[in-house]
């Protein structure tokens, strides 16, 4: 999706914590979400965060989000072996489509 | 529920032959969801369907690709003549669409390879 930016690529050391961002554009947004996709298999809904919210956890994972810059974060704490995989950031928009980012591969190094 | 299911997994056909991608939505779910994912253009929204109804087909390629979903459990991609540059994993997604449901389910797609 072009509404929505990630950077492409993240190298993190195993137990370190990671650092997803992402921007959007549409303000009317209601519910902003983050997804991973192993490989070989399709995207797997992770976590979502209302647009009222500023920050939602969710064991290791813990989301930020910043209306007033459009800006969306994804931390994951204590990084594993396991959390090897593209991440996508997407938005929901009016007519119940969702806008995906490019999707940010993110590689755990022992 | 078993989730959002597609068949086949992979599929492998020459240039020129029709392919028929098939997708099973979650039982309840009323809106269904066709994606296109290549290295050079990431995910891609070809076309989705509210109630069975297509609601915005703008992202199909050209008049190749035809999607149809003739009862709310069944939906199918269809590409014929297929070309070497269709090859793409083809994904389909089903959303319940409410206010609190907006997050999609996917299948675990297929690998269309065009030879």
């Known amino acids: 999706g072009e509404d929505v930016e990630q950077s492409l690529f993240l190298s993190v050391r195993e137990g370190d914590s990671s650092v997803i961002n992402c921007t959007y554009t549409d303000s009317s947004s209601t519910y902003l979400y983050w997804y991973k996709q192993e490989p070989g298999a399709g995207l797997q809904l992770l976590t979502y965060?209302?647009?009222?919210?500023d920050m939602k956890q969710d064991q290791r994972l813990t989301v930020l989000l910043n209306k007033k810059d459009k800006h969306l974060s994804l931390r994951i704490a204590d990084t594993q072996t396991g959390d090897s995989a593209i991440y996508f950031c997407a938005e929901s928009m009016d007519d119940y489509k969702l806008s995906f980012g490019a999707g940010t591969t993110v590689t755990v190094r022992a | 529920d078993a989730g959002v299911i597609q068949s086949p997994r992979h599929e492998v056909t020459e240039m020129g032959q029709e392919v028929t991608l098939r997708c099973k939505p979650i039982?309840?779910?009323?809106?269904l969801f066709w994606y296109r994912q290549t290295m050079m253009r990431g995910l891609e929204l070809l076309i989705y369907f509210n109630n069975n109804v297509p609601i915005d087909d703008s992202g199909m390629p050209e008049d190749r690709f035809s999607a149809k979903m003739p009862n709310a459990s069944f939906s199918t991609l269809k590409i014929q003549p297929s070309e070497p540059r269709d090859s793409a994993v083809y994904f389909c997604?089903?959303?319940?669409?409410?206010?609190?449901?907006?997050?999609?389910?996917f299948g675990s797609g297929t690998r269309l390879t065009v030879v």
């Open positions: 039982s309840g779910h009323d809106y």
């Open positions: 997604a089903s959303s319940g669409g409410t206010v609190e449901n907006y997050g999609y389910t």
């Open positions: 965060i209302f647009s009222n919210m």
